[in-house]
């Protein structure tokens, strides 16, 4: 079957200190993958999204970056948080076969203090 | 661009009562849409899509979609509330452009009483 994870769950950091915030998507290959942010609980904003290995298209200008070293990882970094990063971060795939339907990860709760 | 609107922030509802949480969408050419469903704390779960055909959809858990192309709406509705359907909705609508990510409205609360 086909599951995608998110590590860490939880997620507490100084303003300043690098973050690496990982997903992974496990019985499927080549999938589209994205990055989300959900701030105050509400509305979700794309942040990245991947076609592919290596290649990355950003949505808006951030303190944020993303990488996707294998086909099914996809990783959210920044090398200084700050106190605006905070959020509820959701990565979400496509599958190839259904591209009209994305499935969401259960999300990384980040606190910046 | 493409657009969705969710009018209203919060619904409530007793439990065995009809629910509808409404949506319309602003887009250009065929729209592809969306309902997910949040609990606390909790990723999104896919609920149902609207891409073509039927304007009436069936999704999970036993919610409903129905597409109006003259009113722009896609309004999620289900015949009988649970407490447990108490949750965030979110419509959304795919942008073919940015590797077809999807645009949500702002969240609809859904309180369901008993």
């Known amino acids: 079957s086909q599951t995608i994870h998110q590590w860490p769950a939880t997620l507490v950091q100084p303003v300043g200190s690098p973050l690496s915030l990982e997903c992974t998507v496990e019985g499927t290959s080549n999938p589209n993958l994205y990055w989300y942010r959900q701030a105050a609980g509400r509305g979700l904003q794309l942040l990245f999204y991947s076609i592919g290995i290596d290649q990355i298209s950003s949505e808006v200008p951030q303190n944020l970056s993303a990488s996707r070293p294998q086909d099914r990882q996809f990783i959210l970094s920044s090398k200084k948080l700050l106190l605006s990063d905070s959020g509820f971060y959701l990565c979400a795939w496509v599958p190839r076969d259904r591209v009209h339907e994305q499935y969401f990860g259960p999300g990384t709760r980040l606190t910046v203090t | 661009a493409q657009s969705v609107a969710q009018p209203e922030d919060q619904v409530n509802v007793a439990e065995g009562n009809p629910l509808t949480v409404k949506c319309t969408y602003s887009?250009?050419?065929?729209?592809?849409l969306f309902w997910y469903v949040q609990y606390p704390n909790r990723g999104l779960q896919f609920l149902l899509k609207y891409i073509t055909g039927d304007n009436l959809v069936k999704g999970s858990y036993g919610f409903e979609a129905e597409f109006n192309k003259s009113q722009t709406s896609f309004h999620l509705k289900k015949p009988s509330a649970l407490v447990s359907d108490s949750a965030l909705y979110f419509c959304a609508v795919r942008e073919e452009e940015y590797g077809n990510k999807l645009v949500f409205g702002a969240g609809t609360i859904l309180r369901v009483k008993s």
């Open positions: 887009v250009s050419g065929n729209p592809y």
